[in-house]
């Protein structure tokens, strides 16, 4: 792609007042018409969460080897102020994030020595609501609306349906470590032999994140919880492409008809351009999304075609989860 291009000006812009990156605004939290009672309602529901309810059955509350875990919400359409729930020099760590019908909801991971840290909180915030400005801790509590303790649910990412039940299946387990992974990773696979859980031998590594695979069952993942302070969440595992791979070509015509009949294209004005390196443009499953004429190389001497092999993929992402 030698030789001069033209510059690419944007031109329908606007301006906006910078904002730091993480700074919050404060307008999105909750304004709490009557901040002690709310601060009260606060505190009696931790203090239930510090209890241990015999009454409780193994699947209703979860409790770490070392610590508890807490599931906290915010009102809904508005936002949790989930960054002050981390404490890291206290041990006190944010293991997920999710929403739910617009409530934002944060699962955290407490030591059994630091329980009584977000009941400090509360109390600074009522202590300091006699003084002029802003309450202590103000945009934490005031953001917080329900605190319970974690339920499994509270770890599995995706629509519950998928979560397991009786039957075991391959499911992700999303790892947190700061320093040596290798640690982790031994500490968990011990605790995996130490309940009988098939556990793959490979993982996948991000920073500060590592996904390991493992055949569970409900059952399975609260035990995993029990014992192993490492996880921040569980996901359904997807399933392999190898059993496609192995489809001779005729089998693989049979399933792309089938999928194809039950494809609804809707009448989308929406126009995405891929830059990528070609295109297999008589792919059965993208050909009815591109648009006529939209195939195009900087040199036109050059082929639209896929010759690496990626730009097909990235054209499949179209269909999002639906395939």
């Keep these: 792609m030698a030789g001069k291009k033209r510059n690419i000006f944007l031109h329908e812009v606007n301006r906006m007042s910078y904002s730091a990156e993480g700074a919050h605004n404060t307008?999105?939290?909750?304004?709490?018409?009557?901040?002690?009672?709310?601060?009260?309602?606060?505190e009696s529901l931790l203090k239930q969460c510090m209890e241990e309810i015999p009454t409780q059955t193994k699947v209703e509350i979860?409790?770490?080897?070392?610590?508890?875990?807490?599931?906290?919400s915010g009102e809904t359409n508005k936002e949790l102020n989930t960054k002050s729930l981390e404490n890291i020099r206290k041990g006190i760590r944010l293991l997920n994030i999710q929403e739910e019908n617009g409530t934002t909801k944060a699962t955290v991971y407490v030591p059994l020595d630091k329980t009584e840290y977000y009941l400090q909180k509360v109390d600074e915030y009522r202590k300091s609501l006699a003084?002029?400005?802003n309450p202590k801790n103000n945009d934490l509590i005031r953001s917080i609306e329900y605190v319970r303790r974690a339920k499994i649910e509270s770890f599995w990412i995706g629509e519950n349906e998928f979560m397991p039940a009786q039957e075991a299946v391959w499911?992700?387990?999303?790892?947190?470590?700061?320093?040596?992974?290798?640690?982790?990773?031994?500490?968990?696979?011990?605790?995996?032999?130490?309940?009988n859980i098939a556990c793959k031998s490979q993982k996948i590594s991000f920073p500060e994140k590592m996904v390991c695979?493992?055949?569970?069952?409900?059952?399975?993942?609260i035990d995993l919880l029990r014992i192993c302070d490492d996880i921040t969440e569980f996901r359904r595992a997807p399933k392999a492409t190898s059993f496609f791979?192995?489809?001779?070509?005729?089998?693989?015509?049979?399933?792309?008809?089938?999928?194809?009949?039950?494809?609804?294209?809707?009448?989308?004005?929406?126009?995405v351009c891929l830059l990528d390196t070609g295109i297999s443009a008589e792919h059965p499953?993208?050909?009815?999304?591109?648009?006529?004429?939209?195939?195009?190389?900087?040199?036109?001497?050059?082929?639209?075609?896929?010759?690496d092999g990626h730009g097909t993929e990235m054209a499949g992402r179209l269909h999002g989860q639906a395939l």
Excluded: M
């Design 27 to 42: 307008d999105s939290f909750p304004v709490r018409l009557n901040p002690r009672q709310h601060a009260e309602h606060i």
């Design 62 to 72: 979860l409790r770490g080897k070392e610590g508890l875990y807490l599931e906290f």
């Design 131 to 133: 003084g002029k400005g």
């Design 171 to 195: 499911c992700e387990v999303w790892l947190r470590y700061k320093q040596n992974k290798d640690v982790v990773e031994a500490k968990f696979k011990n605790c995996c032999k130490e309940l």
């Design 213 to 221: 695979l493992v055949k569970a069952n409900k059952d399975n993942l």
């Design 245 to 271: 791979d192995g489809l001779s070509r005729g089998e693989q015509k049979d399933w792309e008809d089938d999928l194809l009949e039950r494809l609804r294209i809707g009448d989308s004005k929406t126009t």
């Design 285 to 307: 499953l993208i050909k009815p999304h591109i648009v006529r004429g939209g195939i195009q190389s900087v040199d036109t001497a050059w082929f639209t075609s896929d010759h």
